[in-house]
């Protein structure tokens, strides 16, 4: 009965005695944006180091992280100084609204997926169409005129999220802005997905020679395919017109002079 009583008589909100106060959420709004831009910083190589270890080699237990990351700057320090790598940066931005009224931000940003194009693999892959089929020999070309797109890579735990396609559009934004007509790959004939994605962007298969619009010329894709080390893959093609000029104000590449990386003619 005492129980019964002291039950009774406890304070509660439904008998009017005033309940705590819980402190109100500040309301929060997160945005998320991706920008596609070229290494150029130590942290830049870590990064794109990183994402290729983690998609392509960390199971295999014989390479470490950091000798990795040393392979990957001695590569094209010494054997590849043309190719312009390229990374996707994702920025997620929290806004917290403070009781004051006054707001406070908190960004972070994560390297989600990386690219690289270069010259290397179609420097000498044009030909003249009169010799097609001859003994073809390399044909003169402006700079830049072809690049050959030789990785695209995305964070697996950020797939199906339009990376893939952002760091195509950039490259194709920056290529086209070095003058660049045409972007060369190859993809292995099973890989459907990538074949079928590389198609939504506009490729189209080569066929064994890739025709050159800005001359009378060709890409020899068995040659290119031999130094790409891509020999029985599908060679995929695009030409480049205008599309910097096409794409709005809002693209995914960051608004810089073209980044050369030190490709010269």
């Not at 994702?90 to 994560?110: F, M, R, W, Y």
């Not at 402006?142 to 695209?152: E, F, H, I, K, Q």
């Not at 890579?153 to 802005?177: N, P, W």
Request: charged share 25%.
């Amino acid at each position: 009965r005492i129980l019964g009583v002291a039950l009774l008589l406890s304070p509660s909100p439904a008998q009017g005695f005033p309940a705590a106060a819980s402190q109100p959420h500040s309301p929060a709004t997160t945005t998320t944006s991706v920008r596609i831009e070229p290494v150029q910083t130590d942290e830049d190589w870590n990064a794109l180091a990183d994402v290729r270890f983690d998609e392509w080699i960390q199971d295999d237990g014989r390479t470490s992280r950091h000798a990795f990351r040393s392979a990957t700057r001695d590569l094209y320090r010494e054997e590849r100084p043309r190719s312009l790598l390229f990374l996707a940066k994702q920025s997620t931005t929290t806004t917290i609204l403070g009781n004051d009224h006054h707001d406070s931000e908190e960004a972070e940003v994560k390297v989600v997926g990386a690219a690289e194009m270069s010259s290397y693999e179609v420097e000498a892959a044009v030909i003249s169409k009169d010799n097609h089929g001859d003994d073809s020999s390399p044909l003169p070309r402006p700079c830049y005129s072809a690049l050959y797109v030789t990785d695209v890579v995305t964070d697996s735990k950020f797939r199906r999220q339009g990376i893939a396609r952002k760091l195509m559009q950039g490259l194709e934004d920056h290529a086209a802005a070095m003058g660049t007509t045409h972007l060369v790959l190859n993809v292995a004939h099973e890989n459907a997905s990538a074949i079928r994605f590389y198609g939504i962007m506009g490729y189209r298969d080569a066929q064994g020679t890739l025709p050159l619009d800005f001359l009378d010329g060709f890409l020899d894709v068995p040659m290119i395919e031999e130094l790409a080390g891509t020999t029985g893959q599908m060679m995929l093609g695009k030409t480049l017109v205008n599309i910097a000029a096409s794409r709005s104000s809002s693209s995914s590449l960051t608004k810089k002079e073209p980044h050369r990386n030190g490709l010269s003619c």
